[in-house]
C-alpha cells in the first residue's frame, strides 16, 4: 500500500506558474513509475507527465516545453513544474504510480486525491 499525497495547486493567471508536489508514504521510485494525470470537467483524465523508475521524463505534446516532471529521492517526493499555464490546463491534477506509466497504457497503482488548478485569463 502506498499513500500520495499531493500539495501545490491554486488559482494563477494566464502565463504564470505552479509547483505541484506529490509525497509518498515509502520509497518507490527505484521499482514505480510516477506521474501526473489531469482531469478537466466532461473530459477523460489524460496523462500529462511522467518519469519511469529510471528517470526519464515524458510529456503530453500539449505541455511540452512549459511543464516540468522531477523528483527527490530522499523525500519520496515527485514534482510538476508548470509554467506558461493556460485557462486550457485548469483541471484536477492527481498524482498516480504504477509499474509503468505511458500513453496508450491503461491507468493503474495508486493515486493521490487531486489537487485542483485554476488558471484565469
Known amino acids: 500500500q502506498v499513500q500520495l499525497v499531493e500539495s501545490g495547486g491554486g488559482l494563477v493567471q494566464a502565463g504564470g506558474s505552479l509547483r505541484l508536489s506529490c509525497a509518498a508514504s515509502r520509497s518507490i521510485f527505484r521499482f514505480n513509475a510516477m506521474g501526473w494525470y489531469r482531469q478537466a470537467p466532461g473530459k477523460q483524465r489524460e496523462l500529462v507527465a511522467a518519469?519511469?523508475?529510471?528517470?526519464?521524463?515524458d510529456y503530453a505534446d500539449s505541455v511540452k516545453g512549459r511543464f516540468t516532471i522531477s523528483r527527490d529521492n530522499a523525500k519520496n517526493t515527485v514534482y510538476l513544474q508548470m509554467n506558461s499555464l493556460k485557462p486550457e490546463d485548469t483541471a484536477v491534477y492527481y498524482c498516480n504510480t504504477a509499474p509503468i506509466i505511458r500513453v496508450g497504457v491503461p491507468p493503474s497503482g495508486y493515486w493521490g486525491q487531486g489537487t485542483q488548478v485554476t488558471v484565469s485569463s
Open positions: 518519469m519511469t523508475s529510471g528517470g526519464s521524463p
